[in-house]
């Protein structure tokens, strides 16, 4: 089944311009692997920017710049390209994802967070921004919250339900400062998402503002 919940175009364009950090960009490169729609859409905003790259003026560059982009591109697969899906045990997981997770969903360590949820923290130095993979069992809801920035949550596999949306595998839902909500997994089976925050989360329960300097939501 295709997404039906696709990246904004302030989403999209930021990051066919490069202006993304990483960890977002992450996330809509995983989306892009799933979602034949937004890769047109991306190629499309590519071309617009590479128009606009050719309006401009030549400028000259430092001798030492090549060398400096050749050795950044020895390094990890950048988030920016969007590779093919491989499947796994029984979850497909899409590159750029499955170099930074190092290694197939199963095989990993889960940290449980609360009843029924479990994380796993994506370690990417020098960005601001958090990527985590969340797992809620069926069923589970998430303790209401808002925001103090931008929140991005890719749904991987089962279906998440925000508020009118049922967000299934490919889908994006992209919230804000103004944003308050209470997701919850379906009752099918287990719901896990990629999430990113560039701000902490505002719970409205004790319990939850109790927990979250332990786990950096």
């Given amino acids: 089944m295709s997404a039906q919940y696709h990246l904004s175009d302030e989403l999209l364009l930021s990051y066919s311009a490069g202006t ?8 809509v490169a995983t989306h892009l692997a799933l979602c034949p729609h937004c890769r047109s859409r991306n190629l499309a905003a590519d071309a617009v920017g590479g128009e606009l790259l050719d309006a401009l003026p030549p400028a000259e560059l430092s001798p030492g710049l090549m060398g400096s982009v050749l050795a950044q591109l020895g390094g990890r697969d950048q988030a920016g390209a969007a590779k093919v899906a491989v499947r796994r045990g029984d979850i497909v997981t899409p590159e750029p ?11 990993l360590r889960w940290t449980r967070v609360a009843p029924r949820v479990q994380q796993i923290a ?14 809620f069992q069926c069923g589970t809801q998430v303790p209401a919250h808002g925001h103090s920035g931008r929140e991005l949550t890719l749904v991987l596999s089962g279906t998440l339900y925000d508020r009118d949306a049922v967000l299934a595998r490919g889908d994006v839902a992209e919230t804000d400062e103004h944003t308050e909500h209470q997701p919850f997994a379906g009752p099918e089976q287990d719901c896990i998402c990629l999430a990113v925050t560039d701000a902490p989360l505002r719970f409205k329960g004790a319990f939850a503002r109790l927990l979250q300097p332990w786990f950096g939501i």
């Avoid at 993304?20 to 996330?27: I, M, N, P, R, T």
């Fill in 20 to 27: 993304l950090d990483e960890a977002s960009s992450l996330l």
């Fill in 97 to 107: 994802l499955r170099s930074y997770l190092g290694g197939d969903l199963g095989a």
């Fill in 122 to 135: 994506i370690d990417i130095p020098g960005c601001r921004a958090r990527a985590r993979m969340l797992r």
